[in-house]
């Protein structure tokens, strides 16, 4: 157990829909990430937040957004959902940029 | 931009015998390097890290890995697998000058056979 959390474990949804994937760090943790694995994609960097500010932007679309809450956890809301945003979204956290992330159990979305 | 590069997308090992997984990555200065593992279904689990130092490093599990600057290479390594050892490894690379946000690499699914 990482001390990570994520909610909720699987999420089906229909296309267009929006739903909102949410991420517990590591007590202390300040830098939460969010990750997305697909087959055809692998495993890319979405967004970094440090202390509730947007730190660095990945292969993010725009359909997506995240925020990071003065209690230190983080929201990922995807809208407009399509088929291939089926995936494993993930969500790391670690004390401060410069050290290792430790990753959440994922959420598991599935657009049908 | 920092890349990474796993040239084996599957490797299939004995019980008893050791592993080497190969990583490669690209990047001008100094990356932070980490070995992470998923078993089906799970999150990612952190085996170890480079940041500095000693080149050779130790993990969890038994793994070690080293840090060949001259190769670009940081491949991990297993003297004697055992069953649970069945699953997907990934090299990810991290620098300061990126904001330490993590590439990784395809992966490489590890079979263990009795």
């Known amino acids: 157990d990482s001390g990570v959390t994520q909610t909720p474990k699987h999420l089906i949804t229909a296309t267009g829909q929006r739903v909102t994937l949410r991420c517990s760090p590591r007590?202390?943790?300040?830098?939460v990430y969010w990750y997305q694995q697909s087959l055809d994609q692998g495993l890319q960097f979405l967004i970094q937040?440090?202390?509730?500010?947007?730190?660095a932007k990945g292969n993010i679309l725009e359909r997506f957004s995240a925020q990071q809450f003065p209690d230190l956890h983080s929201e990922l809301n995807l809208s407009s959902l399509e088929l291939g945003d089926s995936a494993l979204y993930f969500c790391?956290?670690?004390?401060?940029?410069?050290?290792?992330?430790?990753f959440g159990p994922g959420t598991r979305l599935t657009v049908l | 931009a920092q890349s990474v590069t796993q040239p084996d997308i599957h490797i299939t090992v004995s019980e008893g015998a050791s592993l080497e997984l190969r990583c490669n990555y690209s990047?001008?200065?100094?990356?932070?390097l980490f070995w992470y593992v998923q078993s089906p279904g799970q999150g990612l689990q952190l085996l170890l890290k480079?940041?500095?130092?000693?080149?050779l490093v130790q993990g969890i599990k038994g793994f070690e890995a080293e840090f060949k600057r001259s190769q670009s290479s940081f491949n991990l390594r297993k003297p004697s697998v055992h069953w649970s050892d069945a699953a997907e490894y990934f090299c990810?690379?991290?620098?300061?000058?990126?904001?330490?946000?993590?590439?990784f690499g395809a992966g490489t699914t590890v079979t263990v056979r009795a």
């Open positions: 480079y940041f500095s130092g000693d080149t």
């Open positions: 990810a690379v991290g620098a300061r000058s990126n904001d330490y946000k993590l590439s």
């Open positions: 937040y440090y202390n509730g500010e947007e730190r």
């Open positions: 990047y001008g200065a100094t990356p932070y």
């Open positions: 007590s202390g943790d300040l830098s």
């Open positions: 790391a956290s670690s004390v401060a940029g410069y050290n290792e992330q430790f």
